[in-house]
């Protein structure tokens, strides 16, 4: 497995705002995956960050928007720009060992107000 | 093509009982089919995942049952306890696209 950690765990911001998510992994992976959780809801991909390159981003979701970093092979951040009330989510970074296996933080719940 | 259903929305089950939750797909691509299990403010954490080569993988009270021809696959929890109440997400991926396709989840409540 992996050891991720996420930081904040949790966050309630102001509508307009910009909140940036770290995810940190405790060993070096290639691909690093961002997931939005919509309440009770299911899981759907944002984006997949790969070092060294422009994140690919999902239908649905812009850099503008989600812009995100990978500096090092153990690191990225997410960001939620201008954010609105339909942001309100859990945001969570996963990882990739051995060929598609995925590991998950435990995630960043944000509500925006 | 990347769609994966799974199906009951919840599941309310007795102690000891067997807990089975379905899922299917479309994109015959996919050749990696995980489990994950959610509690509420975590992370989902993998539970058991199969490839198509095999039918059935079993890990404890943990099996997936895997239809090729048909498309689904399955997670039945033996023994249930209340332990395990938590969401349940089917997963499916293929080496040509490595993130992961959730289904929609099932809410599992094992009752004492």
């Known amino acids: 497995s992996a050891v991720i950690s996420q930081k904040p765990s949790r966050d309630i911001c102001q509508r307009g705002t910009s909140l940036t998510i770290q995810c940190q992994v405790d060993?070096?992976?290639?691909?690093m995956f961002w997931y939005r959780q919509q309440p009770g809801q299911s899981l759907t991909l944002i984006a997949t960050?790969?070092?060294?390159?422009?994140?690919?981003?999902e239908s649905g979701f812009v850099i503008d928007k989600f812009p995100i970093s990978r500096p090092n092979l153990t690191f990225s951040t997410l960001t939620v720009s201008n954010m609105s009330p339909e942001d309100s989510s859990i945001y969570l970074c996963s990882v990739e060992r051995g060929h598609t296996e995925a590991f998950f933080g435990q995630g960043t719940r944000l509500t925006v107000v | 093509q990347q769609q994966v259903k799974q199906s009951p929305q919840s599941l309310i089950v007795q102690k000891g009982g067997i807990s089975i939750i379905n899922c299917a797909y479309e994109?015959?691509?996919?050749?990696?089919f995980p489990w994950y299990q959610q509690f509420p403010g975590k992370g989902p954490a993998l539970l058991i995942a199969?490839?198509?080569?095999?039918s059935e993988k079993k890990e404890g009270r943990f099996t997936i049952s895997f239809n090729k021809s048909a498309k689904q696959f399955s997670l039945h929890i033996m023994d249930s306890q209340p332990g395990d109440s938590a969401t349940y997400f089917c997963?499916?991926?293929?080496?040509?696209?490595?993130?992961?396709?959730f289904g929609s989840g099932t809410r599992l409540q094992v009752q004492p």
């Open positions: 997963a499916a991926a293929h080496t040509g696209r490595r993130a992961l396709t």
């Open positions: 060993s070096q992976v290639t691909m």
């Open positions: 994109n015959t691509a996919f050749d990696y």
């Open positions: 960050a790969n070092q060294g390159s422009e994140a690919t981003y």
């Open positions: 199969i490839r198509p080569d095999v």
